[in-house]
């Protein structure tokens, strides 16, 4: 290339070079600096932003001062589009605030202005808030609702606000008594370990109320004479969202308290301090129905003032800029009867190993009692326990083998034991000789003749066994009873002795009290029961299993999430009023000949029943589950001892007190 060519082509590029330089109006600069303040604000950290007429480090300050009552929110913030008048440029910020349920948004406008190579944002505190004053800042204020209630049979009130007393240190109150003395008298009279909330006491502030406990006003055998004899100690009145008594149906219901700091801070914005939260049950799987909404707002005012001059001031001198109105809860309606579930723990309560009692109403699918005895330890067994089921399955089995054609009426063989596999399978420990033999399925049923179930494996696929279980409501989906639950599993396919096993109700066979008391109302019904517990699951957000709910397994540990397969949806083949007659005809002969005899005195209605027994665990001789479920006209009840023997000499008794005393 030539001298020529290369002079020509330099001055090309600096002809185009130039020109590039004239068409840059400083846009892309103006751009940068709004995208930079943006993220600033987003930040709420302007340290690194230049400004015209404020040091960086007091603009900083500034705003922190402004926002500091919506800490620890932050805004998301955007700029708009730039406009440009040579040295000077305006941007539009669109700030979105979550503020609690709420969202606060608007658009305030941020000045920019060329100095030298740089932009400057122009400071004035409507770079904030548009109309926002020198000297004033953001304040907020919340208005949280009455909790609401929640509901039984004819609206009666379950769980709502009673009166309480909160015992505590008041130090303030202390004078010059020693505040670790205090405390450790107080933990021994109310019973709370001493160490522990003497250390709380001495970890808080002069001006501080530190509660030890929390007591029903009702009943309450502490004093306030007792609590006022301890310096520094005293009782404050308050109201607290409770059941009837302190373990009414808890495992069902749930708890509601003050929220813990694990709690607000999970709840990612929803929960603050002083707020109402539940724990566990209904109370907290429908939380948000029943807490409703806070009322916000925030506002704009001068800061510093006092509070005289505030209440000098119009609306105490408060500008509004953003409201979200109070709502009110709404309770959740649910079907138990306070009579009934008070009356099954009532008679759980001298039982040592975990047991629950579940009362429903066949015709309606409504459950009127949930009760989970002490021994389950605050677990919900009525609802979510997972276990076999034993003889009580029997149900299930007859109603196969009667589609397979047999009637109540049928001969089927009763031989002491049975061997499958090398497994030797027996009848139950006092089997009557007299029931053994070619003897009708009633009776079978009636004496609850293992052998005779076992050996129609044959004729009775496990297939059949699990439609004959969905066909009875049970191992099927339950959408409308508006709780977590588990209703059974019953596996499709099983061979050798697992299907042999899952004849007797044991293998991998599985049910809640709830699904046994469902497959008993099948029978009183004549087609499935679909419990309902809670009537308006539509107005609450929430139908998942509370958080962290664990579930006994059928040799009673817990596990954090089931292992059952899922659930069908519902009945492929429902059972029929006509197979329905034949398995009350068996029922009722289990009162009238059966070992269940001992029901045959309740009054009212006759009484249709089924016993079980299920062995778990690697014990000789083996632990036993004990099971009974009866039908007493339109009421369906089972009843389930986790660690009980037999089902008839265990669970029976309580069954027979529970249908006397309901009438």
Not at 139 to 155: K, S, T, W
Not at 424 to 436: D, H, Q, R, V
Not at 565 to 587: Q, W
Request: charged letters at 20%.
């Amino acid at each position: 290339m030539g001298n020529f060519q290369k002079l020509s082509l330099a001055l090309v590029g600096l002809i185009v070079g130039g020109s590039l330089v004239a068409c840059d109006d400083g846009r892309a600069g103006a751009q940068d600096a709004a995208k930079k303040l943006a993220s600033a604000m987003a930040a709420l950290d302007v340290g690194s932003v230049a400004f015209e007429g404020k040091e960086s480090a007091a603009a900083n300050e500034q705003l922190k001062e402004v926002f500091q009552a919506l800490d620890p929110a932050k805004p998301a913030v955007e700029s708009g589009e730039l406009t440009l008048e040579k040295d000077t440029a305006t941007v539009p910020l669109n700030y979105t605030w979550k503020i609690g349920s709420g969202e606060w948004k608007y658009t305030a406008t941020a000045e920019l202005k060329k100095s030298g190579d740089k932009w400057l944002t122009v400071w004035k505190p409507a770079l904030l808030v548009p109309e926002l004053a020198e000297g004033e800042v953001i304040g907020a204020g919340a208005q949280a609702p009455q909790r609401a209630d929640i509901l039984g049979a004819g609206d009666a009130k379950l769980v709502t606000y009673r009166p309480v007393v909160n015992v505590g240190i008041d130090k303030p109150k202390l004078g010059s008594a020693d505040p670790a003395a205090s405390a450790a008298k107080l933990a021994q009279l109310v019973g709370v370990d001493p160490a522990a909330y003497t250390q709380q006491v001495q970890a808080a502030g002069p001006e501080a109320f530190v509660t030890a406990i929390t007591l029903r006003q009702d009943g309450r055998t502490i004093t306030d004479e007792q609590i006022g004899q301890i310096p520094g100690a005293r009782s404050i009145a308050g109201l607290l969202p409770l059941a009837p008594t302190r373990t009414f149906a808890r495992a069902l219901l749930g708890t509601a308290a003050e929220a813990n700091a694990e709690q607000i801070e999970k709840s990612g914005g929803t929960l603050k301090a002083g707020d109402t939260t539940g724990t566990g049950g209904l109370q907290q799987q429908y939380d948000a129905q029943l807490r409703g909404t806070d009322g916000i707002q925030v506002y704009a005012e001068k800061a510093g003032l006092s509070a005289e001059e505030k209440q000098a001031l119009p609306n105490n001198g408060r500008r509004t800029l953003f409201q979200v109105d109070m709502k009110q809860g709404t309770p959740v309606k649910t079907t138990l009867d306070p009579r009934l579930q008070q009356l099954a723990e009532d008679v759980l309560a001298e039982v040592g190993p975990a047991s629950a009692i579940v009362a429903l109403r066949p015709s309606s699918g409504a459950v009127l009692a949930a009760a989970s005895g002490p021994g389950s330890n605050g677990y919900n067994t009525a609802l979510l326990g997972q276990y076999a089921p034993g003889s009580t399955f029997k149900m299930v089995d007859s109603l196969a083998m009667i589609r397979n054609g047999l009637t109540p009426d049928s001969k089927v063989e009763c031989t002491p034991t049975l061997t499958v596999d090398g497994r030797t399978f027996k009848n139950a420990e006092g089997y009557p000789e007299s029931s053994l033999g070619s003897v009708t399925l009633r009776d079978a049923f009636a004496h609850s003749c293992n052998t005779a179930f076992i050996a129609a494996r044959d004729s009775v696929s496990q297939a059949q066994l699990e439609s004959a279980a969905t066909s009875l409501g049970v191992a099927v989906e339950a959408p409308g009873l508006g709780a977590a639950a588990f209703l059974g599993s019953v596996p499709g396919e099983a061979e050798g002795t697992e299907h042999a096993a899952s004849m007797i109700g044991q293998g991998k066979v599985l049910l809640s009290p709830l699904a046994a008391a469902v497959m008993a109302g099948s029978v009183a019904k004549g087609s499935p029961v679909s419990p309902v517990l809670v009537l308006n699951a539509e107005a609450g957000s929430g139908t998942a299993a509370p958080e962290g709910s664990g579930t006994p397994t059928a040799d009673g540990t817990s596990s954090s999430s089931s292992t059952a397969p899922a659930p069908a949806k519902a009945a492929e083949k429902p059972v029929t009023a006509a197979e329905a007659a034949a398995l009350a005809d068996m029922m009722r002969a289990v009162v009238t000949s059966g070992h269940a005899g001992f029901l045959a005195s309740v009054p009212g209605e006759p009484v249709g029943a089924k016993t079980g027994t299920a062995e778990f665990g690697n014990e000789n001789p083996p632990k036993t589950h004990a099971w009974i479920v009866a039908v007493h006209g339109d009421l369906a009840v089972a009843v389930f001892v986790e660690e009980g023997g037999l089902g008839a000499t265990t669970s029976g008794p309580l069954l027979k007190d529970f249908l006397v005393a309901a009438g």
